[in-house]
């Protein structure tokens, strides 16, 4: 493996929220090495003249599913594995050359994606999964019309992103299941949803016991549950049964947000997801009453950002789109930014994203010990957060585990 020195850079420093000047930093094994302003040049270092680039670390996107090649979930579950993998394999290259080269997949990848990565087979960002999402019967991941009374058969498809289970032993067997097979967090749907046939929004989903006996596999495991929520009352009932990553929010109150982050819990607003829906539904064939599901959690969403930022409540980068919506990426960062500040959405896409990952130190940073997930900009994203949308094309280079997977600074 090659190793790099990046001189003449400025350094984003995320917890900081500032650029350092004058510091380089040595890439050896794939890791940072070193970060200094007078670092030895060995023979067999390669050198790369950043010419007063911001060098930041690479960015987590905390809430994506990348076995969504459509937004017809029943079309992807029912895809033969091997095409689901590819195609996944497609939307994570694409995904890291927007300079994500961390992805926490919140219901479909397996450990294959993720081994499949690390083994170079596919050039991809690092995969954090769960496996499959855990949905009770009739909740947001069961993919069955309500003529359909057959038991759930494509529940472990790779194209599938839930899993149906029902019951506090059987949901305690699906979250052994998960961690069994590489899951480092489980996931629930624990609230109803605007993309699945059946559920209301408002519906609270899976009993206190399920959520508490996956809370405790979780834990015991060192990990930490995952939850889909949207309304107050169902982030709130799930806060207090021990669930940590409160996935998109988009109706919390005030009260609800303060004992979320008193608990410890990190929130992942998925703005983009409501956006690109109310952008293309018409397109995509959306009702009357879908819309007015997509606007009640559009206008939520824009309204919790305060709400979650002004209780102290971290809040982690996440996108959550489905199919051709992927092509909305980076507008989150847009979103983000009409309330909080560049700082503020650096770090949820950098420190938060690592904490949530429970890569803390290996992600997120530029300090010696974590992985040589480097991004090359084009200015700095803390003056212009503009640089990191358009797709990548503010990065010159991108460096996922040490090795360029965009290179274009023309040595
Ligand atoms: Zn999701």
Redesign the pocket.
Same mark, same amino acid.
């Given at each position: 493996m090659t190793n790099y020195l990046f001189t003449g850079g400025k350094l984003l420093d995320a917890e900081a929220g500032i650029v350092k000047d004058g510091l380089d930093v040595l890439v050896e094994n794939g890791r940072i090495a070193a970060v200094g302003s007078t670092l030895p040049r060995s023979a067999d270092t390669t050198e790369i003249a950043l010419d007063g680039r911001t060098l930041m670390p690479g960015l987590i996107d905390c @809430?994506? @599913?990348v076995v969504a090649e459509t937004l017809d979930l029943w079309a992807n579950a029912i895809a033969p594995d091997s095409l689901a993998a590819f195609r996944a394999a497609r939307v994570m290259n694409e995904m890291l050359l927007r300079g994500f080269t961390t992805l926490r997949d #919140? *219901?479909g990848a397996d450990y294959g994606l993720v081994q499949a990565v690390e083994q170079g087979l596919i050039v991809g960002p690092r995969l954090v999964i769960c496996g499959k *999402?855990l949905t009770m019967t009739g909740g947001h991941s069961d993919q069955r019309k309500r003529t359909d009374d057959r038991e759930p058969a494509l529940d472990t498809r790779l194209g599938s992103?839930g899993y149906t289970v029902d019951g506090v032993d059987n949901v305690r067997a699906a979250a052994r299941k998960m961690i069994k097979e590489g899951a480092t967090f489980i996931k629930v749907m624990a609230n109803g949803g605007v993309s699945s046939p059946n559920d209301p929004i408002h519906s609270i989903q899976f009993s206190a016991d399920e959520i508490r006996a996956m809370v405790e596999e979780a834990e015991n495991a060192g990990y930490y549950v995952s939850a @889909?929520l949207y309304t107050d009352k169902a982030i709130s009932r799930c806060v207090e049964l021990g669930v940590r990553s409160l996935? @998109?929010c988009n109706l919390i109150e005030p009260e609800t947000a303060h004992r979320a982050a008193e608990k410890g819990c990190i929130a992942v607003p998925?703005l983009v997801?409501y956006e690109g829906l109310a952008l293309d539904g018409k397109e995509l064939g959306l009702g009357e009453a879908e819309f007015a599901k997509i606007e009640v959690v559009r206008q939520g969403g824009m309204r919790s950002l305060a709400i979650m930022r002004d209780a102290g409540l971290p809040m982690a980068f *996440?996108s959550?789109l #489905?199919g051709s919506l992927r092509k909305y990426h980076c507008m989150e960062f847009e979103l983000l930014a009409k309330v909080l500040t560049p700082a503020e959405v650096i770090r949820s896409a950098t420190l938060v994203g690592a904490k949530l990952c429970q890569m803390e130190g290996q992600l997120g940073v530029i300090a010696p010990g974590a992985f040589a997930d480097l991004l090359v900009v084009d200015g700095n994203p803390l003056d212009d957060l503009k640089l990191l949308q358009d797709d990548g094309a503010h990065m010159p280079a991108i460096m996922a585990r040490g090795a360029f997977v965009k290179d274009q600074l023309g040595r």
């Open positions: @809430h994506v @599913h #919140l *219901g *999402g992103m @889909h996935e @998109h998925t997801a *996440g959550d #489905l």
